[in-house]
């Protein structure tokens, strides 16, 4: 039961808190940067590590299998990278510290839903080198946002 319900609960609960934090005016980029960097980036990630390199696979998805991937994944990457770009810090010292915990919590999550008995991994893999993946992910989707986001014009984020 848990297994069935544990993409679905997460998406509504990060729907709901993006909608409670993110600014009606400024959803649209943030929701293109989610789709984009987030949404994309998990099934390219996915492709690469499962399809190619066999490194990681998704199991038990049940009704959500759409070629061997879990296809609530995309969305949850999605809403996860919109709630990390809407509270990165400006300050380029602290966006340093941010994106080495959201590498962690990461990993963190990666175990999380391997214990429910949707996601596994080879053992090598988990920690250290799904550390330095989330680590490169995080960092590359920091720095498109810096770099394209009319945010950090208006802010002066960097």
């Known amino acids: 039961m848990l297994i069935t319900y544990f993409y679905p609960s997460y998406i509504v609960?990060?729907?709901?808190?993006?909608?409670?934090?993110?600014?009606?005016?400024?959803?649209?980029?943030?929701y293109i940067y989610g789709i984009l960097l987030g949404g994309l980036g998990d099934i390219v990630i996915v492709g690469l590590y499962q399809n190619l390199l066999n490194i990681i696979w998704f199991k038990n998805a049940g009704i959500f299998n759409?070629?061997?991937?879990?296809?609530?994944?995309?969305?949850?990457?999605?809403?996860?990278?919109m709630i990390f770009l809407r509270f990165l810090p400006q300050r380029k010292t602290f966006q340093y510290f941010?994106?080495?915990?959201?590498?962690?919590?990461?990993?963190?999550?990666?175990?999380?839903?391997?214990?429910?008995?949707?996601f596994d991994f080879k053992p090598w893999f988990y920690p250290f080198f799904a550390y330095l993946a989330f680590l490169a992910w995080w960092s590359i989707i920091t720095f498109v946002f810096i770099k394209t986001s009319s945010f950090v014009k208006r802010n002066s984020l960097t």
């Not at 609960?13 to 649209?28: A, Q, Y």
């Not at 759409?66 to 990278?81: D, E, I, K, R």
């Not at 994106?99 to 391997?114: D, Q």
């Open 13 to 30: 609960i990060m729907v709901i808190f993006v909608l409670i934090t993110i600014p009606k005016n400024d959803f649209r980029e943030y």
């Open 66 to 81: 759409v070629l061997g991937q879990n296809l609530l994944s995309p969305p949850s990457w999605a809403l996860t990278v």
């Open 98 to 118: 941010y994106v080495l915990t959201f590498a962690l919590f990461s990993v963190g999550f990666g175990y999380l839903v391997h214990n429910i008995g949707l």
